[in-house]
């Protein structure tokens, strides 16, 4: 009886499936079972479920998606700090309901004013190195938080950390895929500052052992209490930049005093009648906008998530895109970024043209757009006036730099690691620059109202990853939590903005289980390379709008220990 029940609940959930993507089997399996959660006052989506529930907690006290979304970020620093924390920066995307109106915050640090080329080449190096001292940039988080806060914002800092203080001073059950990031860090066992912050007994803590940071509680106590301004010009500054003099930093007070996010004016491209906003560089944004208009000229519904050919064009619109990237993305403030024509039609056009659906590219050069593992966390959030928060938070990969200065009970990100030293590249470094950037927040809009708020985790997967999930809602007609849970592709190999090469044999397609062989075969033959992995970098969360009925449908996939909760 059992068995027959089952049965009929796997056909009936396939027969829909199927339905919502067209009348096309997707690749199995596409998703983990999870349902879409739905609700009609407030939502929070994101990768840690205690995080997400402080921030439901917040709207329910009566905050909004901003102070909640503050919240949430603070848990993530708490509860999953081998990706996240206050040594990182912040990019984010607010819709006001009031205003009706979309926003951009860039809250990503600069490169420390002693930062110079000619330091790094003297010391006989061709790129910077990925941890320790010298990769690191001012932290942009906690003036992030302030921004938003004091822009759109209705509770204190003191209302806002409350939640994660006490979690850090009477601990947490660390959760599943967290434990086994968590373990990275036993590398840095031998770093007294790091081993006591992070470790225990010189180990990471297994999944559901109760972890504490009680220099972290410490932290948010200043915070709560100072402000940003502790941080930047108080005793929190001053404890960083003292650990850097004595570890070989570059860091002084000054590029802490004189650090500010900017608010920039998000920009966007249309896909099948929506309009897909994200943050203009130094961050990688606009790669999504470029492959989607790349990708708009196929018609992709007709071709289905099992066509050899959908897969096709998305690793040669990747390709093509990522050479541009490598080129030409860098801090506005410093280079001549050629964001209008980049994701231009016309310009999208033109690159089309180089995609030959026989064979893949291999050698590849970025264009000219003149016309004539990362870890991160993501989080969304919706309020019941419909205000909306798009916000990715990141020290990079791994615990960052590795390096915890003194007693603050957070990792220093090395994001200065994604500087060039070619004295050539838009993406060199230069004193007080904003390095290139990975995190991406988006949002997509629908006749001038918020559809649909999300992102993808994972450094170079970022912009791949927001492009299937955009491909499955839209062209494929899943709903909101299968578009995350259906198998992806990452390639890897593409030309980088630090000037490393890329991988001249084309690179790598990395599919996950779910696609299946005649794919990877039919991929082979057109002279791409595949290899398989149990699972892919990246992780999503989103809310999507129901326009029909205002509802609120949440998804939050398997890739992270996360959910999405709403009320």
Not at 73 to 97: F, H, K, Q, R, T
């Amino acid at each position: 009886m059992c068995k027959t029940i089952l049965l009929a609940a796997m056909v009936l959930g396939m027969s829909a499936a199927m339905a919502m993507a067209g009348d096309r089997p997707p690749s199995v399996p596409f998703r983990s079972g999870r349902s879409v959660v739905m609700a009609p006052n407030g939502m929070v989506a994101t990768s840690q479920p205690l995080a997400a529930q402080i921030g439901l907690d917040i709207l329910q006290k009566g905050g909004n998606a901003v102070d909640a979304a503050i919240a949430v970020n603070a848990a993530l620093g708490l509860v999953e700090p081998m990706s996240c924390g206050l040594g990182g920066d912040l990019y984010a995307i607010v819709w006001d309901a009031k205003t009706k109106k979309l926003y951009g915050l860039n809250a990503s640090g600069r490169a420390p004013y002693q930062a110079t080329r000619r330091f790094f080449l003297d010391k006989k190096l061709r790129f910077i190195p990925a941890t320790g001292p010298l990769a690191w940039s001012v932290p942009g988080c906690a003036d992030g938080w302030d921004q938003l806060r004091q822009r759109f914002g209705t509770m204190s800092f003191k209302q806002i950390l409350e939640p994660t203080i006490r979690y850090a001073e009477n601990g947490f059950p660390v959760s599943e895929v967290i434990a086994d990031s968590w373990r990275g860090g036993e590398r840095y066992g031998d770093r007294p500052d790091f081993a006591k912050t992070y470790l225990i007994d010189g180990r990471a803590p297994k999944r559901g052992q109760v972890f504490k940071n009680s220099f972290l509680a410490k932290t948010y106590r200043t915070i709560a209490k100072e402000g940003r301004d502790a941080f930047y010009k108080g005793s929190i500054a001053k404890e960083i930049v003292a650990f850097s003099e004595k570890h070989g930093g570059l860091f002084t007070l000054k590029d802490f005093a004189d650090h500010s996010s900017t608010w920039v004016e998000p920009v966007s491209t249309t896909y099948r009648g929506y309009e897909v906003w994200e943050i203009p560089p130094p961050g990688q944004g606009i790669a999504v906008l470029q492959m989607l208009n790349i990708l708009e000229h196929y018609d992709l519904k007709k071709l289905g998530p099992t066509s050899p050919d959908y897969w096709h064009l998305f690793l040669e619109a990747k390709k093509l895109v990522y050479e541009d990237r490598a080129r030409y993305y860098a801090d506005p403030e410093f280079a001549k970024v050629p964001i209008k024509e980049l994701i231009s039609k016309k310009y999208a056009e033109r690159r089309r043209k180089l995609i030959n659906m026989e064979k893949a590219m291999t050698d590849l050069e970025p264009g000219d757009p003149r016309l004539g593992k990362s870890d991160t966390v993501y989080l969304t959030v919706v309020d019941k006036d419909r205000n909306c928060v798009s916000l990715i938070q990141s020290i990079y990969f791994g615990f960052g730099s590795g390096m915890v200065p003194g007693n603050l009970g957070f990792a220093l990100q090395n994001r200065g690691s994604l500087f060039a030293l070619e004295e050539n590249h838009p993406n060199r470094l230069e004193p007080h620059k904003r390095p290139f950037h990975t995190i991406i927040p988006s949002m997509v809009t629908k006749d001038g109202k918020p559809f649909f708020v999300f992102g993808v985790m994972g450094g170079d997967m970022q912009p791949q990853g927001q492009v299937q999930v955009l491909v499955n809602l839209l062209d494929f007609g899943m709903d909101v939590q299968a578009a995350g849970e259906a198998p992806r592709f990452e390639h890897l190999g593409s030309s980088t903005p630090t000037g490393r090469p890329a991988d001249r044999k084309g690179g790598i397609a990395v599919c996950e289980p779910g696609i299946s062989d005649a794919i990877v075969k039919e991929l082979l033959r057109r002279g791409h390379q595949v290899r398989r992995t149990a699972r892919n970098s990246g992780g999503y969360q989103g809310i999507l709008i129901d326009p029909q009925t205002n509802m609120l449908h949440g998804g939050s996939e398997f890739r992270k220990d996360g959910c999405a909760v709403g009320y």
